[in-house]
């Protein structure tokens, strides 16, 4: 089980990286350096599409290999409700962004500056969102709560 043990590591890193790419896209877009700013969002889509892709391997894996359903969350208390507010909230989230971060690049990629922009300005801080709440997930699942 090597190999399963790596994905939440490897998962955790490509959702923070995603999330360091988005802030300098935004930074790059702010300060108009703009061939700087498509490399960082392009760069932040290819990296949070290979996140998907570890994601649903890691699940496969997992469910049809091993027999094992979803980690289960140890923490007590407060924490718990906190930790499936969030885990709630980024799930949430990530399944309805995802659609519109592929038209919010397509738009970009075919010239539509502006309809693109528009749609930027909402897509943007929930994918930001979505990238902090994975990373935080991880945290708190495998690092400050791992299963006993």
């Known amino acids: 089980m090597d190999l399963l043990h790596i994905f939440p ?3 955790a890193t490509l959702n923070a990286t995603s999330g360091v790419f988005l802030l300098f ?3 790059f877009i ?7 700013h498509r490399a960082g ?3 932040a889509s290819a990296v949070s599409a290979l996140f ?3 994601y649903i391997t890691h699940h496969i894996i997992r469910t049809s290999v091993y027999g094992l359903g979803p980690t289960n969350f140890t923490g007590e208390g407060i924490v718990r409700p906190v930790y ?4 709630t909230s980024h799930t949430i989230l990530a399944t309805l962004v995802t659609p519109f971060v592929l ?4 738009r970009a990629l075919k010239g539509k500056y502006d309809s693109h922009k528009r749609l930027a300005r909402l897509v943007y801080p929930v994918w930001l969102y ?3 709440t994975g990373v935080i997930v991880y945290l708190m699942l495998y690092q400050l709560f791992p299963a006993r």
């Open 25 to 27: 896209g935004l930074y």
């Open 130 to 132: 979505v990238s902090i």
């Open 9 to 11: 590591h490897l998962n």
């Open 103 to 106: 038209v919010t690049l397509r």
């Open 52 to 54: 998907l892709v570890c």
């Open 41 to 43: 969002m392009l760069t």
């Open 84 to 87: 499936f507010t969030i885990l």
């Open 30 to 36: 702010l300060t108009k350096q703009v061939r700087k």
